[in-house]
């Protein structure tokens, strides 16, 4: 049901946490409360939550946040049902993933899988899908097209980051980005048509899993090893 606030069941909210947050539509607009997960999902703004809102929020940290554990990006199936890529274009680049505890973007809520499209071709080609700038993010079940760089994870201190299960399609320079870091997974992801590398690792990073990934029609390599040493392929 819908209590008076317009909280509904399948929200998650205390008085002292937000884990979970539910994006409900798919423009990009930010018109919602932004300055804590806790305050986004009570007051959303008219049209319910955007993507951008939802990072925008999850990655307050701290006492604003009032919430030490990963938080959960996911996304509602009535907006974006599984028989269909609905798109998400953002007006410029989404805000990185910097939580310290990490967030975790996902489009598959057991047992439902949500068709998410992040498309970039109004961004340039030095643009992401999404930027991993801390650690212990997922980024999960999403499609990605046109952008730049479908995901990078950018910072070479950063551990335990996962890229699975995700379709990346014509990116304009590189597919998977990783630069450094340690105890990454990449893992069965899609990786087409990018205009140059598939996936690109840089910065030597340690313990890194990639493995059942499918790479193909690339302009560049395929998967670009660089000087590191991945724990699997």
């Given at each position: 049901g819908t209590a008076g606030n317009g909280i509904t069941d399948n929200d998650t909210l205390t008085v002292a946490t937000v884990d979970?947050?539910?994006?409900?539509?798919?423009?990009d607009a930010t018109n919602g409360n932004v300055t804590s997960a806790w305050m986004l999902v009570?007051?959303?703004?008219?049209?319910?939550i955007s993507l951008r809102e939802a990072i925008t929020a999850t990655q307050v940290g701290g006492s604003a946040n009032n919430n030490p554990v990963?938080?959960?990006i996911v996304f509602n199936?009535?907006?974006?049902?599984?028989?269909?890529?609905?798109?998400?274009?953002p007006g410029s680049e989404l805000p990185a993933l910097t939580d310290p505890a990490g967030t975790t973007i996902d489009a598959f809520t057991a047992p439902y899988l949500a068709g998410v499209l992040l498309d970039g071709s109004g961004l340039s080609a030095t643009t992401?899908?999404?930027?991993?700038?801390?650690?212990?993010?997922?980024?999960?079940?999403?499609?990605?097209?046109?952008?730049?760089?479908?995901v990078t994870i950018s910072v070479a201190?950063?551990?335990?980051?996962?890229?699975?299960?995700?379709?990346?399609?014509?990116?304009?320079?590189?597919?998977?980005?990783?630069?450094?870091?340690?105890s990454h997974t990449i893992k069965e992801n899609t990786v087409a048509a990018s205009n140059g590398v598939g996936i690109d690792?840089?910065?030597?990073?340690?313990?890194?899993?990639?493995?059942?990934?499918?790479?193909?029609?690339?302009?560049?390599?395929?998967i670009q090893l660089g000087s590191s040493s991945p724990a699997s392929n």
């Open positions: 979970r947050v539910i994006v409900r539509n798919n423009n009570p007051f959303p703004g008219t049209d319910g990963p938080e959960i199936t009535a907006t974006f049902p599984a028989v269909s890529q609905v798109p998400i274009t992401n899908g999404l930027l991993l700038s801390s650690n212990n993010n997922i980024v999960r079940n999403l499609a990605f097209g046109n952008f730049g760089f479908g201190t950063s551990t335990s980051n996962e890229v699975s299960k995700n379709l990346i399609n014509n990116a304009r320079t590189k597919g998977i980005s990783i630069n450094g870091g340690t690792i840089t910065g030597s990073p340690t313990s890194l899993t990639i493995r059942d990934n499918i790479v193909s029609s690339s302009g560049g390599a395929g």
